[in-house]
């Protein structure tokens, strides 16, 4: 059974950092496409970031030069460090994996809290 926990977040200020982790399990991690979701109260779901089964990363615009995707397979593990946070980065968090084979399985972790305020 695919398990995806992320943990990290937390209340920080504005221009403050954090660094989220998202451990995964039950999945061919090195072979998965992987990504940070977020979503804020009232909106809808949106991308942050992601990372390739090979190391290629892209972002958000709102995110781009802040945070940073980054990935370690021998721990499983997926990471998301955001610097320079905004209040408008207030949202939960959710890692996502994706694998392709003959269709494609996508699996959510349970989403961690992030709040941005003075």
């Known amino acids: 059974q695919v398990q995806l926990v992320e943990s990290g977040g937390g209340l920080v200020q504005p221009g403050g950092s954090l660094r989220l982790a998202c451990t995964a399990s039950?999945?061919?991690?090195?072979?998965?496409?992987l990504g940070w979701y977020r979503q804020a109260p009232g909106e809808e779901r949106e991308f942050v970031a992601l990372i390739t089964s090979g190391g290629n990363t892209k972002y958000n615009d709102t995110v781009k030069g802040r945070f940073t995707i980054s990935r370690d397979n021998a721990k499983n593990a997926l990471y998301l460090q955001m610097n320079n946070l905004l209040p408008a980065d207030t949202a939960v968090y959710y890692c996502n994996a994706a694998i392709v084979g003959e269709k494609v399985d996508i699996y959510w972790g349970q989403g961690t809290q992030v709040t941005v305020a003075s």
């Open positions: 039950g999945l061919r991690f090195h072979a998965a496409g």
